[in-house]
């Protein structure tokens, strides 16, 4: 398959928004994930990235680890009213009991000095369809819909 | 890969997929379309999607697919889907992210002259007193305990903070209040998300627009008090960040249950779980919260509206005849009792992208439109038109008193961005006499009228197969877009 040059790319749905990202590992793959994110909802060119957050979200697999992952920062962008223009994994495990857990690090601008630069919402990071795998060559792939 | 389900011709507008298409499936599934509709319907996977909704446990009669169907993520988009018996479920994605997401018209007693003049200076001041956009506060500051009360109480609880006209009650669904409304079971972020939203517009597809009754279909009109050259209001508008977070959760929550209750899904998007079981009753808890919120969203709107007709034409509001002729949901899961092969139930009625459309026999319908059934607000795109209809006793019958919602995609967002530019669309929709404020212009061109199926033909069908029937064609005069 293709690999798109920015590691990510817009999937055509009728209804909603979807995208595919990839990565040579499994951290790169979540951060071309949020990448591609961000850039449906907004110009991420023409954004600052002078505020700086971390999170970090646990789930028992990799799928829901990846939704978790682009909830939280859809969540921390408007709770603290940020757009996001890049993040970082700052670590990725696979725990014993707990399944998965991440840490990251998000950089974004002020959503009121940002407006010119929005492009859409998203309600929410669906199951539907949704996919990570490890293809072969060792390279990592996934598949994420929004509802939009 | 895309594999469409086979299609048995039922009648003019009614095609099944039978029960045998796919293993797993309870009931066969229902589509209403004509031969057009039915295309595009093929043209994305929306078909299967209504033989995955066939798998739910609990579900009676058929899954069904109303003639603006269109592809979801796990249901489809223009769905129905009733369960009913002991192993009913309910499911969060039946609904979607934008619970009781809705539309209701405000009548006012301008004729199209009478504002064609005004137009610009109106349309400016709904701007100015509307928030709307991504992550635009409301007007009304609510603490904690504020939100509370209105995801318990709706409506009545605004219009005891002094907002909202006491007369809107009978006219909205449920009488502005649902039901069974537990905020304890709605989470923290889901709080967080919604304080701060109450009377926004917010994004997406959400709109306001200033119409006018451009065309009257029968006598039924004058009953809803409508006529020919009259201007009203549409809203469209949701729960906003509360309903996306509440579904959110739940998802999460029964996806990882359903496990525990034996249910096997063919997309993980229909998690559901139980109507009896904790994870069930705690959602429709949960998700009669954020129906209040989007109920009091919705009044609230509607007095910042109120407000700017007061402002542009220096007399009251009440002066101005504007009075809510009705409020209805397209996004909910709601209690109601219907026959399934004679016998009456109680079911769980999930309608994703679709409209209750009820005769005026049910009690649910408001005394003064009893005689000719509950009004169904239809929401056009943008350069064409909307529609008011009325419920039917066929729709009872075929489709558990369930009909369209819109005129439905055909185009998904970023195709209609790469084709069509905010600005342009918005001069040519000026040409048109349509003014129009956008949040974005990126968001304009995904609203462009391209993008969507034709809402004359997805209510002409609607009206053929008897799930509901044409009242009055509204045309846009004025576009608030979020």
């Not at chain 1, 040059?5 to 009728?14: A, R």
């Amino acid at each position: 398959m293709r690999v798109p040059e920015n590691g990510h790319e817009q999937l055509e749905h009728t209804a909603d928004a979807g995208i595919r990202a990839f990565g040579g590992s499994l951290e790169e793959m979540f951060e071309n994930a949020a990448e591609g994110m961000f850039r449906l909802l907004a110009d991420t060119g023409a954004l600052g990235e002078g505020i700086e957050v971390g999170l970090e979200v646990t789930a028992p697999s990799l799928p829901e680890l990846l939704v978790e992952w682009l909830e939280e920062l859809l969540y921390l962008s408007e709770r603290r009213g940020l757009v996001w223009k890049k993040a970082k994994v700052v670590s990725l495990e696979e725990g014993l009991e707990e399944g998965w857990s991440l840490r990251g690090t998000a950089w974004g601008a002020p959503l009121e000095s940002s407006r010119e630069a929005l492009r859409g919402e998203i309600k929410g990071v669906t199951y539907h369809q949704l996919e990570v795998e490890k293809e072969r060559g060792g390279r990592w792939g996934c598949r994420v819909i929004y509802d939009v | 890969m895309k594999a469409t389900p086979p299609l048995q011709k039922r009648s003019e507008y009614v095609w099944e997929i039978p029960l045998d298409a796919r293993a797993g499936m309870r009931v066969p599934g229902r589509v209403f379309a004509d031969a057009e509709l039915l295309r595009l319907a093929e043209g994305d996977r929306a078909l299967e999607q209504v033989v995955n909704v066939a798998c739910l446990p609990g579900i009676q009669e058929a899954s069904m697919a109303m003639p603006d169907i269109h592809w979801g993520y796990g249901f489809p988009i223009g769905g129905v889907a009733a369960t009913g018996g002991g192993e009913a479920v309910v499911s969060p994605g039946g609904v979607g992210y934008d619970i009781c997401c809705g539309v209701r018209l405000v009548r006012t007693a301008l004729g199209e002259e009478d504002v064609r003049g005004r137009m610009g200076d109106l349309l400016a001041n709904l701007a100015a007193l509307v928030p709307k956009g991504l992550g635009v506060k409301g007007r009304m500051r609510l603490g904690r305990r504020e939100t509370e009360e209105i995801m318990r109480g709706g409506v009545p609880a605004l219009l005891a903070r002094g907002v909202g006209w006491e007369e809107d009650l009978e006219f909205i669904e449920e009488g502005g209040v649902f039901p069974g409304a537990d905020p304890s079971k709605v989470s923290e972020r889901a709080f967080e998300r919604g304080m701060d939203q109450v009377g926004t517009l917010g994004s997406g597809n959400h709109f306001l627009e200033v119409q006018k009754v451009d065309k009257v279909y029968s006598g039924a009109a004058r009953v809803l008090g409508l006529e020919e050259g009259q201007v009203v209001v549409m809203i469209h508008s949701g729960s906003r960040g509360l309903g996306h977070q509440v579904c959110t959760d739940y998802v999460k929550r029964m996806s990882r249950a359903a496990e525990r209750y034996g249910i096997q899904l063919p997309d993980r998007q229909l998690a559901c779980a139980p109507v009896g079981s904790p994870e069930g009753s705690d959602y429709l808890a949960a998700m009669a919260c954020a129906a209040n919120f989007a109920l009091a969203n919705r009044e609230g709107l509607t007095e910042w509206v109120r407000e700017g007709f007061e402002k542009t034409f220096r007399c009251g509001a009440r002066g101005l005849g504007m009075t809510l002729l009705y409020d209805i949901s397209h996004n909910l899961a709601k209690r109601e009792r219907h026959l399934v092969c004679g016998r009456e139930m109680e079911l769980v009625v999930h309608r994703k992208g679709a409209t209750r459309s009820f005769p005026g026999s049910r009690p649910e319908v408001p005394a003064p439109y009893r005689e000719v059934g509950q009004p169904v607000i239809i929401p056009g795109d943008m350069g064409s038109c909307s529609f008011v209809m009325v419920g039917t006793e066929e729709a009872l019958a075929l489709s558990f008193g369930s009909t369209c919602h819109g005129a439905g995609r055909s185009m998904s967002r970023s195709q209609a961005k790469k084709k069509i530019s905010g600005s342009e669309l918005r001069r040519r929709l000026e040409e048109e006499g349509i003014l129009v404020e956008a949040a974005t212009m990126a968001g304009l061109a995904e609203e462009a009228p391209e993008a969507y199926k034709d809402v004359e033909r997805v209510t002409a069908v609607c009206e053929g197969a008897g799930l509901s029937l044409r009242v009055a064609r509204l045309r846009p005069m004025a576009v608030l877009k979020g």
